[in-house]
């Protein structure tokens, strides 16, 4: 079948760095995407991984390795607006996203 | 438009009656999607548009569930005889590259 998961909750302090595990399931895929939503807000894209390896975006970062079916979100010196829950999705050969079940990222001060 | 545009923005209505959601998204892509979001929860995938042709429908939950998209470019969902665990928030995207799907802010269905 067809399926990501993802812990449901991560907590750190502002300044920190947090890693968002993602690992799926699927016979295959064009690429692992991220996306962020804000409570009551639209998700909004934040990353893409075609290939394995490290893509860097500011202070977010993500990371796929295919072999592992596991990729990841970094987030580096985390803000108090970086509170958000964080999906990760993959695109199913260009028919649709399929998207996990998300992470809830609360930052401390 | 500048981004993916829904209506309503929020919806209240009875049990047992139809609703109509609609969705225009971003000039020129020619991909679009609904998605269903519960309170929180993740985005459970409806139903997947290429231009005017639905290729993926196996999301909707049941037959009171149809949508169309005309023009390549504004989409309905329609939900009849509408339960109480319809009440989601239903988002639409829209996307050109298979990388990035632009969202609009949805349309939050209470049945009451």
């Known amino acids: 079948g067809q399926s990501l998961e993802q812990p449901s909750e991560v907590t750190a302090v502002e300044g920190a760095i947090v890693q968002i595990n993602c690992t799926y399931q699927?016979?295959?895929?064009?690429?692992l995407s991220w996306y962020q939503q804000h409570d009551g807000g639209a998700p909004t894209f934040l990353s893409y991984?075609?290939?394995?390896g490290l893509e860097e975006t500011g202070r977010f970062s993500s990371f796929l390795s295919r072999s592992d079916s596991y990729g990841y979100l970094l987030l580096q010196e985390l803000q108090m607006k970086d509170s958000a829950s964080y999906f990760c999705?993959?695109?199913?050969?260009?028919?649709?996203?399929?998207f996990g079940p998300g992470t809830r990222l609360s930052v401390l001060p | 438009g500048a981004g993916v545009s829904q209506s309503p923005s929020n919806k209240v209505t009875e049990k047992g009656k139809d609703v109509e959601l609609r969705c225009d998204p971003i000039?020129?892509?020619?991909?679009l999607y609904w998605y269903r979001q519960r309170l929180g929860q993740g985005l459970e995938f409806l139903i997947y548009f290429q231009g005017n042709s639905a290729p993926d429908k196996s999301g909707l939950p049941s037959d009171r569930f149809s949508a169309e998209r005309t023009g390549e470019s504004v989409s309905t969902l329609t939900i009849q005889r509408t339960q109480q665990e319809d009440s989601a928030v239903y988002l639409c995207?829209?996307?050109?590259?298979?990388?990035?799907?632009?969202f609009g802010q949805g349309t939050r269905l209470t049945v009451v």
């Open positions: 995207a829209s996307s050109l590259l298979r990388a990035e799907a632009f």
């Open positions: 991984n075609a290939l394995d």
């Open positions: 999705a993959y695109d199913n050969y260009g028919q649709n996203f399929v």
């Open positions: 000039s020129g892509h020619t991909a």
């Open positions: 699927t016979s295959g895929f064009y690429g």
